[in-house]
């Protein structure tokens, strides 16, 4: 490509620069001969700021095709910042934006005929470009974790990554589920159950078609949610909540009319970073040296 630097633009300023010899006879000489040495490096400025328009036009050329031929989510932004800043060539670029990337939108659809979960990028649209993440029936309660997208349809608990790769069925049940929660870090699937007969909430390891247990008892339960070590759902006019293991189970708040969803945000704890850590610890070493110091010198004058 015009643009990319090569073996022979960098001769071409080599030989330029060698050129540019002071003429015998001539008082100025040495006088022109740095003024063109400037020019020359001007000149150079004003390629390289050219060549970087160039790379930064190219990204977004390359951006607008691949969404509206394939739908891609490649994100502009970041697309634009790697050509800029590491000064890649249009086809290093390209290679490592061609996959989805992982600032995504996951849409279930239930209309007859395009039952489907859908994948769309994160920016506006007047026309959503997007693609087919995975087949699906009555996709519900969508929820990310570990590098994962849960979700059910009908009678069964699915996962599959972020790009769509790796689809799973990860339980099947007798009866419908309506809400489930992840605990990647714990390895734990908690699914809610409200047909007659089995009313409550059950807990199962990740991995595929694996015995659970009970988790908690319940009457309708809705909304899942995980924050701070805890499991939050709504169960009727309740809003209940208990830790990752069953134990602690109680209710949280109780309204006069059904609550339809909740989000829990809790603040983490504030634990000082390494770099506090580092000065506290230079910090009483001072202080030692400084007093060791000190009692040398009184020791000293004291003899």
Avoid: H
């Amino acid at each position: 490509m015009g643009f990319v630097r090569g073996a022979g633009a960098g001769r071409d300023v080599e030989g330029r620069v060698g050129g540019l010899k002071p003429v015998k006879g001539e008082r100025s000489a040495s006088v022109r001969s740095t003024q063109s040495c400037t020019e020359l490096f001007q000149a150079v400025a004003v390629l390289a700021k050219a060549r970087r328009a160039a790379l930064s036009l190219l990204a977004m050329l390359v951006w607008i095709s691949e969404s509206n031929r394939e739908g891609s989510i490649c994100n502009a932004r970041r697309f634009y910042c790697a050509n800029i800043r590491l000064r890649l060539s249009s086809f290093a670029c390209a290679a490592a934006w061609a996959g989805p990337a992982p600032n995504a939108l996951y849409v279930g659809f239930t209309t007859a005929g395009n039952s489907d979960i859908g994948m769309y990028p994160l920016t506006p649209q007047v026309v959503p470009f997007g693609k087919e993440f995975a087949p699906a029936t009555d996709p519900q309660s969508f929820t990310i974790a570990g590098g994962k997208l849960y979700w059910i349809d009908g009678v069964r608990v699915l996962d599959a990554n972020l790009d769509g790769s790796g689809l799973s069925v990860l339980d099947t049940f007798g009866i419908d589920p309506t809400s489930i929660a992840v605990n990647s870090a714990g390895g734990q699937l908690y699914v809610g159950f409200t047909t007659a007969g089995s009313n409550d909430i059950g807990v199962y390891p990740l991995t595929p078609e694996a015995s659970g247990k009970k988790f908690a008892p319940a009457t309708d339960p809705q909304s899942f949610t995980i924050a701070g070590g805890k499991l939050y759902w709504i169960d009727g006019v309740q809003v209940l909540d208990a830790n990752l293991d069953g134990s602690g189970l109680s209710v949280l708040d109780t309204f006069g009319i059904g609550p339809t969803s909740i989000a829990v945000s809790v603040a983490p704890p504030t634990v000082p970073e390494a770099s506090t850590w580092v000065m506290m610890l230079l910090g009483f070493a001072g202080l030692g040296l400084s007093g060791y110091r000190a009692s040398q010198w009184r020791a000293a004058v004291a003899v």
